[in-house]
């Protein structure tokens, strides 16, 4: 059974940075394409950056630019570096696998853009 657990959101103003962890258990992490997806209020959920196993990434149109994500299979985690953040990142993040697996969603991590 595979448990993700994420930390790191928090408000921020506008322009600000926030670097999100998402913790997997389990020994098969390292060969999982992991990604990281967000919703806000009102609106689907959306996969915003994907990595595979060996580090290559693919990120969504929005947050080109200004997210990395990355990961540390040794740590079994993975983390979304976010810069220069916009009111509209505003969202609950979550990671999961790519395509995901809906048991294994977390609680995810609130982040909030705002002055």
């Known amino acids: 059974q595979v448990q993700l657990v994420e930390s790191g959101g928090g408000l921020v103003q506008p322009g600000g940075s926030l670097r999100l962890s998402c913790v997997a258990s389990?020994?098969?992490?390292?060969?999982?394409?992991m990604g990281w997806y967000r919703q806000a209020p009102g609106k689907k959920r959306e996969l915003v950056a994907h990595?595979?196993?060996?580090?290559?990434?693919i990120y969504a149109d929005s947050v080109k630019g200004r997210f990395t994500i990355s990961r540390d299979n040794a740590k079994n985690t993975v983390y979304l570096q976010m810069d220069s953040l916009k009111p509209e990142d505003t969202a609950v993040y979550y990671c999961?696998?790519?395509?995901?697996?809906?048991?294994?969603w977390g609680q995810g991590t609130q982040v909030t853009v705002s002055s």
């Open positions: 999961n696998k790519v395509p995901p697996n809906i048991t294994y």
């Open positions: 389990g020994s098969i992490f390292s060969i999982y394409l």
């Open positions: 990595i595979s196993s060996l580090g290559s990434t």
